[in-house]
């Protein structure tokens, strides 16, 4: 059954670096849209970036010129450079896809944490 595989995340100080990964596993025919999302205590979920089949990319303007989304067949990565307190929440990994058992549905990943503070 597919089924969506987070890593990375954690905690980093302004101006430093973190990594977020997700892997699409399990029965998958195709993926279509990959994106990541966040959410910070007491606000809605955001969309932070996302990256379609072909490659074309849309960034929420507050990660505009930091973050970085792509992709890699099953796979996508958000590289989040230039890190602020701002960037703090929990981040969720959204992917449109088709699985072997069933027709397109858009998957969510379980969320990991990233905590930017000195």
């Known amino acids: 059954q597919a089924h969506l595989v987070e890593s990375g995340g954690g905690l980093a100080q302004p101006g430093g670096s973190l990594r977020l990964s997700c892997a699409a596993s399990g029965s998958i025919i195709t993926v279509g849209t990959m994106a990541w999302y966040r959410q910070a205590p007491g606000k809605q979920r955001e969309l932070v970036a996302d990256v379609l089949r072909d490659g074309r990319t849309n960034y929420a303007d507050s990660v505009k010129d930091r973050f970085k989304i792509f992709r890699t067949r099953n796979t996508v990565n958000l590289e989040m450079n230039s890190l602020e307190p701002d960037d703090t929440g929990l981040y969720y990994c959204?992917?449109?896809?088709?699985?072997?058992?069933?027709?397109?549905?858009?998957?969510w990943g379980q969320g990991i944490q990233v905590t930017v503070a000195s």
């Open positions: 959204n992917i449109y896809l088709w699985p072997t058992d069933g027709s397109w549905r858009d998957d």
